[in-house]
T-cell receptor, first 114, second 114 residues
């Protein structure tokens, strides 16, 4: 079965501290992996994506993610968080083709401690 | 222009009303999507249009009726909704061919059904 698991429902980190959000997936074919961010009452913004190539992917806003095939993981990292990073983060997986269904994880809510 | 726009931002309707949500993009994308998102949950796919034709319907009740009048516009017609249909409705677009499943999301319409 195809699925995405984000084991952390809510994480709180101090401003300036490092961040890692976990994502594990189960997908039959070669997956196309995404991280999206959603601020309250807003749409989703793509942070980064991965299909092939270098397993460390750089995204917008200083985020990066590392694909580990052996662990079926695609964890999101940021070396130093800012108060504006407080939001909901969704990991997602889909096929490498357009106009298809992508499967979202349940999300991780990030709070920033001043 | 890398923006997906949605109107209205907020909508309150009674269970006997008929209303429509509108989505527009000018990125030349030929795939467009409707998602429903309940509070603290990930988006759930409702419909996918590819080249103005309905390609995926995720068993959505008939009180939701999608329409794609041209390659830039996507509508969602609402009729006889239930209070449990209250949610954030998100539109997205992507390329419809080739190897690019990245979806661009609009800010959403917050729907309240009384």
């Amino acid at each position: 079965a195809q699925s995405v698991t984000q084991p952390d429902i809510h994480i709180t980190v101090s401003e300036g501290a490092s961040l890692e959000l976990r994502c594990n997936y189960s997908y039959g074919a070669t997956p196309y992996l995404f991280w999206y961010v959603q601020s309250p009452g807003q749409g989703l913004q793509l942070l980064l994506k991965y299909f092939s190539g270098d397993t460390l992917v750089q995204g917008i806003k200083g985020f990066e993610a590392e694909f580990k095939r052996s662990q079926s993981s695609f964890n999101l990292r940021k070396p130093s968080v800012h108060w504006s990073d407080a939001a909901e983060y969704f990991c997602a997986v889909g096929p490498y083709s357009s106009a298809s269904k992508i499967i979202f994880g349940s999300g991780t809510r990030l709070s920033i401690r001043p | 222009d890398t923006e997906v726009t949605q109107t209205p931002k907020h909508l309150v309707m009674g269970m006997t009303n008929k209303k429509s949500l509108k989505c527009e993009q000018h990125m030349g994308h030929r795939a467009m999507y409707w998602y429903k998102q309940k509070a603290k949950k990930p988006p759930e796919l409702m419909f996918v249009y590819s080249y103005e034709k309905l390609s995926i319907n995720e068993s959505v009740p008939s009180r939701f009726s999608p329409e794609c009048p041209n390659s830039s516009l996507l509508n969602l017609h609402l009729h006889a909704l239930q209070p449990e249909d209250s949610a954030l409705y998100l539109c997205a677009s992507s390329q419809a061919s080739g190897r690019s499943a990245e979806q661009f999301f609009g800010p959403g319409t917050r729907l309240t059904v009384l």
